[in-house]
Structure formats: C-alpha cells, structure tokens
C-alpha cells in the first residue's frame, strides 16, 4: 500500500499570497497517477490537477502541480477568499488508490 | 453529462450490512480504464478509499476492510453497490462514489450519510 504523507497539516495565510502543499509517498506512483482535491465543508471533494501537474476542466490556472515519482506540491497562486478550504492528495494507479490525510489552508 | 448519486439507508445498528448503492448515468463502466469507486469520510477526518470496480469486472478493496467490503455492479441499471458487513459505531460516515478515470476522480456524487447506533 503506498503512504501519501502532506505537510504542513495546517497553512495559514492571507488572501493574496501563496500557498504551497506538499505530499510525499512512500513508494514511486506509477505514470504519475497524483490528483489533488479539494474540499469544502458539506462538499464532496472537486478534482483540481490530475497526472500531477494537468488541471481539471474549469480549474483556474493559478492551481499548480508539480512533481514525479515520490515528491509532489500543489502550489495555489495569489489565494482567492473561496480557496480556503482542505486539500488531498492521492494516488490513484496503484490499488489501494489511497488518499492524504489533508492540509487544511486557513486564513 | 456524468452524474452519480448514493442511496441507501441514514440509520443502522451495529453488526448490521449495510448496502449503499452508486446510480451512475453519462458514461458506461465498459469503456477501459473507467472504474466507480467507493470512498467515505467519517466526521471531521480525512478521505478513505474503500473500493473500486473497474470496466473488466476487476474489484479492489482496502486491505483493512476487505474481509468486510464486497463491490458488484448491476450492469442493466447502471449501479455498483458496496456492502459493509458487521457494522460497528466507527463505520459513522459520509459515503461518496466516484468515477475512476486516467485522469483521476473528476465525478463525484453527494454523498450520503450513514450513522451507525442503537
């Protein structure tokens, strides 16, 4: 089973800045099979990148992924106030397709 | 347009079955690659995969819970319903079903609330 282990848990910032998200596994993810969601309260989760670093249809383009293999971050240019929200990470090529346990960006 | 939607019970006692049922419509579960997935999120806690059944009948299942998980697909109705077997309090959680694809989990449903009490 390959672990995504996120930091930070918690990010506190401002609208205006930049958040940056990390997630590492614990084995190499195949094909670069990373998605990030994201996640607001009483919402099921919404597809931002797909493949690690694509983003989904109507996702703005300041949502970023970068990374391969075990490494990846989410970068969120200049954050609006609705991109407050948890963020995951998962891994969706190798079964079981397992999920982060989530950072949550604050304000 | 893909849509999915869960139903099933809001209220089962412990060491119950419950069955939870993923209505899919706008693709099919034939075209390779695409699988519906099981997923739930137990109040204030992070994602958890549970299960996936794929367009060539393959079925996963998370190890901590496979002995008690099984995934089917109705083909003529266009659902996949997951069991959970010896249903205990900490089974307490939103259901949601998703749609796999090589671009990752794009389809999700609205999820449906369980709680699991005497």
């Known amino acids: 089973e390959i672990v995504l282990t996120q930091s930070p848990g918690t990010l506190s910032l401002s609208p205006g800045e930049r958040a940056t998200l990390s997630c590492r596994a614990s084995?190499?993810?195949?094909?670069?099979?990373l998605a990030w969601y994201q996640q607001k309260p009483g919402q099921a989760p919404r597809l931002l990148i797909y493949a690690a670093s694509s983003r989904a249809t109507g996702i703005p383009d300041r949502f970023s992924g970068s990374g391969s293999g075990t490494d990846f971050t989410l970068t969120i240019n200049r954050l609006e106030p609705e991109d407050f929200a948890v963020y995951y990470c998962?891994?969706?090529?190798?079964?079981?397709?397992?999920f982060g346990q989530g950072t949550k960006v604050e304000i | 347009q893909i849509t999915l939607k869960e139903s099933g019970p809001t209220l089962v006692k412990p060491t119950q079955t419950l069955t939870v049922t993923c209505s899919f419509s706008g693709f099919s579960l034939s075209t390779s690659g695409v699988g519906v997935a099981w997923v739930r999120q137990r109040p204030g806690k992070a994602l958890e995969w549970l299960a996936l059944y794929y367009w060539n009948d393959d079925k996963h299942y998370s190890p901590s819970l496979e002995s008690r998980l099984t995934i089917t697909k109705e083909t003529s109705k266009n659902q996949v319903v997951l069991t959970l077997t010896n249903l205990d309090p900490v089974d307490t959680a939103t259901y949601y079903c998703?749609?796999?694809?090589?671009?990752?989990?794009?389809?999700w449903g609205q999820g449906t609330l369980v709680t699991v009490s005497s």
């Open positions: 998962q891994q969706y090529g190798t079964s079981p397709q397992t």
């Open positions: 998703a749609q796999r694809s090589k671009n990752g989990y794009n389809f």
């Open positions: 084995q190499r993810v195949g094909s670069s099979y």
